[in-house]
């Protein structure tokens, strides 16, 4: 049950990291819409 709660966390680490990663994305397309922010953003979100 221990092991499974953490791997739950961590779950939950990484969606909440995805989120900020996919709002930072969208910031950076806002501000600039270049190729090279939108690879490298891409890259984070996968």
């Not at 966390?9 to 501000?31: A, S």
């Amino acid at each position: 049950a221990y092991v499974r709660s953490c791997y739950y966390l961590v779950d939950l680490l990484f969606f909440w990291c995805r989120i900020n990663l996919t709002m930072i994305h969208f910031i950076l397309i806002g501000k600039k819409k270049t190729s090279r922010t939108l690879k490298v953003s891409t890259i984070y979100i996968v």
